[in-house]
């Protein structure tokens, strides 16, 4: 078979069934499932069971280990030619199979990263965390819409290899914090060919509330940092863009009490953005609500990753 689908799983029976329901509706249908279960108290198993007959699907529950030596053991097992590694919150198009097929053949892809979006039925929530990750007011895009393809570093919800990049390579080095990253980067620096597949996205069915959501994006910064334990320089501008973010928010506090001109320049500048914001989710996403939301997420996205990249990189700058 062409492709296998790997699938790590920990607590998340109901997610998972969503994901599975997507994977029936594929009309691409030359693929098999292998859904790893990492530890979880709350088995997938009873949701496996209602699959069977609808999917070449295998189970595998295994101790806790972190995504990513999951992923590792899932590839193991898998038969096919093309491994595409899904996180369990997704949701796939009907024709997000082929469409990847048809982008690895022509292109003749080793390896590939696909973005994530927004469903229409998501709530105004998730498409406002959709916006703060995705949009160029917050990420640059970097997430899913570049002019060069091959600079794309491929993210785990939505990503996948050749078996030949798997056994060359040997899979993600890191349970978490940032191994998709790593690997990514192993593969392009191996001479291998990864490129972003646009048209090949997921919906993402973030469940986050805000604070979460906070929480998350500052692992994000984090993370970043951790990558360099393996490449030195995996920290670009475009990084610390937000922690500059950051700095500017804390600036406009000093410069409003000792220079109020630089603050009222300062605050020109803070509601130009706020405003292309609040245009361009509104815009996207046909809604003011969602619009008003993107701000409050936009914001937090921004200072949460500024605060963990920086946090991390003081840590690491002290401690070696």
């Not at 959709?130 to 002019?147: E, H, N, P, V, Y």
């Not at 001109?261 to 245009?279: D, N, R, S, T």
């Amino acid at each position: 078979m062409f492709f296998s689908v790997v699938i790590p799983v920990y607590n998340r029976p109901e997610e998972l069934a969503d994901l599975l329901t997507s994977l029936v509706h594929q009309t691409e249908q030359d693929f098999e499932v292998i859904v790893m279960d990492d530890g979880s108290s709350i088995t997938s198993k009873r949701v496996i069971d209602q699959y069977k007959n609808k999917l070449h699907i295998h189970y595998h529950f295994g101790e806790n280990q972190g995504q990513g030596f999951a992923r590792n053991d899932g590839m193991r097992l898998a038969k096919g030619d093309f491994f595409i590694i899904l996180d369990s919150d997704v949701l796939l198009p009907n024709n997000y199979l082929k469409l990847l097929k048809e982008a690895i053949l022509d292109r003749k892809l080793d390896a590939f990263g696909g973005p994530d979006a927004a469903d229409s039925d998501f709530n105004p929530l998730q498409k406002a965390m959709d916006f703060a990750m995705t949009s160029f007011w917050t990420t640059g895009g970097i997430r899913g819409k570049l002019k060069d393809p091959s600079k794309y570093q491929a993210r785990g919800f939505n990503m996948g290899v050749s078996r030949i990049v798997f056994e060359s390579t040997q899979g993600f080095l890191d349970p978490n914090q940032g191994e998709d990253i790593e690997w990514s980067i192993r593969i392009k620096n191996a001479g291998f060919r990864l490129e972003l597949v646009e048209e090949a996205f997921v919906f993402h069915k973030r469940k986050n509330t805000l604070a979460s959501f906070a929480k998350q994006a500052f692992s994000f910064g984090r993370n970043r940092v951790n990558v360099t334990r393996f490449h030195p320089n995996a920290i670009k501008l475009v990084h610390w863009l937000p922690s500059l973010f950051l700095f500017f928010l804390i600036s406009m506090v000093f410069t409003g009490i000792f220079q109020f001109p630089v603050f009222y320049g300062q605050l020109m500048l803070l509601l130009g953005w706020a405003m292309a914001v609040l245009i361009s989710a509104s815009k996207r996403y046909k809604s003011f609500l969602v619009g008003g939301l993107s701000l409050i997420t936009s914001f937090t996205q921004l200072c949460s990753y500024g605060t963990g990249l920086i946090v991390e990189w003081l840590k690491k700058a002290i401690k070696g």
